[in-house]
């Protein structure tokens, strides 16, 4: 039996289709095709079966699914049995929370650097809500994320990592003219800089500013957090941040904290996993230093 096989079938079933899934391997839809065919051949066996346009996985297809995971996760195993496992040797897939990756990681991944020197780190600074899909499908080894987006439940193993405060931040020259974010039925002009809208902390205030209708005129979204930071130093807008993402500025005065009524209002760093992945030697490495550095 052709592994190759049982991974295009594993990535069809955590991709939702034949079209997705040959996206991501970047094979024809016939090649799809045709190895699903071949596998059904082998195992006598129809996997999946078509309902108005779509194609979903049969009795038979679904009671394959975990020894699929099985076989291919016993086959990742093996690979890393290959390597010299003293140097941590291999790739290690990691989506990391912006916020995280700018104030919180460097000095774990300096030491894991130190540590597995011949590893290769592929990491992405993305949102929490995908790195926990991401973690969900597969696509990840490991994600640090906030998990405060929930939808998880049970599926995904974490190790907390640190509970932060979030605050409402202004220039202080900006703070004279819109200190009051506590009254309500208020209109304030003044622009919310922010990170885009999935952005865990922007929910949690755009909710509060629902709560206590508070309008304000209007938003800028941004990715990067530095860029955010400087475009309020500069008197452009506030922003709600972690604290520990501001507090170089408000030691030295840049920023200052506006009041509100979000009292107590923090958010949960975990290091996450799917509950099934099995922990290589550089996973286990890079949790063990998340855990200790935090």
């Known amino acids: 039996m052709d592994l190759k096989y049982l991974n295009t079938f594993k990535t069809i079933v955590e991709e939702g289709s034949f079209s997705k899934a040959a996206e991501k391997l970047n094979y024809t839809q016939s090649t799809i095709t045709f190895q699903i065919g071949q596998l059904e051949q082998e195992l006598s066996s129809q996997l999946f079966e078509k309902i108005g346009r779509r194609m979903v996985l049969t009795k038979a297809g679904s009671q394959l699914v975990p020894y699929v995971n099985d076989v291919l996760t016993s086959v990742d195993r093996m690979r890393y049995f290959e390597n010299d496992l003293a140097q941590f040797q291999g790739n290690l897939n990691i989506g990391i929370a912006e916020t995280q990756l700018c104030y919180k990681m460097p000095d774990i991944l300096k030491a894991f650097h130190q540590q597995a020197p011949n590893a290769r780190l592929l990491l992405r600074s993305m949102n929490c809500y995908d790195i926990r899909d991401e973690l969900l499908n597969g696509t990840l080894d490991l994600g640090v994320f906030y998990e405060d987006v929930g939808g998880f439940g049970s599926n995904l193993t974490t190790y907390r990592l640190g509970e932060y405060p979030v605050i409402l931040v202004a220039s202080p020259e900006i703070s004279k003219d819109c200190s009051d974010f506590i009254t309500p039925d208020r209109n304030i002009s003044i622009s919310f800089i922010i990170n885009e809208a999935n952005c865990i902390f ?16 209007h938003t800028i979204e941004l990715w990067s957090i530095p860029t955010i930071k400087n475009l309020v130093k500069n008197n452009v807008g506030i922003s709600f941040l972690p604290k520990f993402a501001v507090q170089e500025e408000l030691d030295c005065g840049e920023l200052v904290e506006i009041p509100t009524d979000l009292v107590n209002t923090k958010i949960s760093a975990v290091c996450g996993h799917h509950k099934n992945k099995w922990i290589s030697p550089l996973m286990q490495a ?7 550095l935090k």
């Open 286 to 292: 890079f949790i063990d230093l998340c855990v200790k």
């Open 202 to 217: 922007r929910q949690m205030f755009e909710q509060y500013l629902r709560e206590r209708s508070i309008m304000i005129d």
